[in-house]
């Protein structure tokens, strides 16, 4: 059986919007050239668009709008369904067009208004500055790998990670050498996580010899085998490193 949220129409959506901003002081009317709601107040004119659903055409369709007033809402139901992690994305996608939200609910009798977010200027820089640690680790990532082995969109694959390409690297020197410590691995280059790679063992690729001394495990052989240009990379690299000491 169809629920309730099932059967709604945009229509439904019109009269809780327009109690809220005649509350407000607003004057509303609904199909005023094409836009499904205005709300005016003194020279203020609000646009508002409805749609049962979030999608792609409202969101074009609200920044039409914009072109005629700066105070645009999008008006939709509320999800019956909604996790916080969704709801976060929905709004930030909101005020990055710079686009209002409404949200109505019809869970009571009554039908509730949420306004989620205002029409108002978006500050970019704000928004980085506050993500600054997120950029700062997708540079890390890319300065630590050594070339493009995922292909971009893939879904359900194993992918190449800077951590991983670590692994190899210090997989590939113990194949070569034998047993080392984590010391001396990192005069090979092997970078500063080479102690915490060696003592997690996260792909098991490594045994540990005696206290301070790692080789490479039975597993870790086998599976170095399946990345050969990653393994000649740095087998070359190591040589191209002793020849420059020497």
Request: glycine share 6%.
């Amino acid at each position: 059986m169809a629920s309730k949220q099932d059967k709604l129409y945009e229509v439904d959506l019109y009269k809780p919007i327009q109690q809220y901003f005649t509350k407000l002081g607003y004057i509303v009317h609904g199909e005023v050239n094409h836009c499904d709601m205005t709300a005016v107040k003194n020279d203020e004119l609000i646009i508002i668009e409805l749609k049962k659903n979030l999608n792609i055409d409202l969101l074009i369709q609200a920044t039409k709008r914009q072109r005629i007033t700066d105070l645009v809402y999008i008006g939709i139901p509320k999800p019956k369904r909604l996790s916080s992690k969704k709801y976060y994305e929905i709004c930030h996608l909101a005020r990055r067009l710079e686009i209002g939200l409404i949200m109505v609910s019809f869970k009571r009798k009554t039908p509730s208004v949420e306004v989620c977010v205002s029409p108002e200027p978006f500050e970019r820089s704000k928004s980085l500055q506050r993500n600054k640690k997120k950029r700062e680790k997708i540079l890390a990532e890319i300065e630590g790998r050594n070339g493009d082995y995922n292909i971009g969109g893939s879904n359900k694959t194993k992918i190449m990670t800077a951590y991983k390409e670590n692994c190899i690297h210090i997989a590939t020197i113990l194949d070569q050498l034998g047993p080392l410590s984590p010391k001396k691995l990192r005069q090979m280059n092997t970078g500063d996580k080479t102690l915490s790679i060696l003592y997690q063992n996260h792909y098991g690729w490594f045994d540990k010899v005696q206290r301070g001394i790692y080789c490479l495990s039975t597993k870790g052989k086998e599976e170095l085998s399946e990345f050969p240009e990653l393994v000649e990379y740095y087998k070359n690299l190591h040589q191209a490193n002793d020849e420059q000491s020497s």
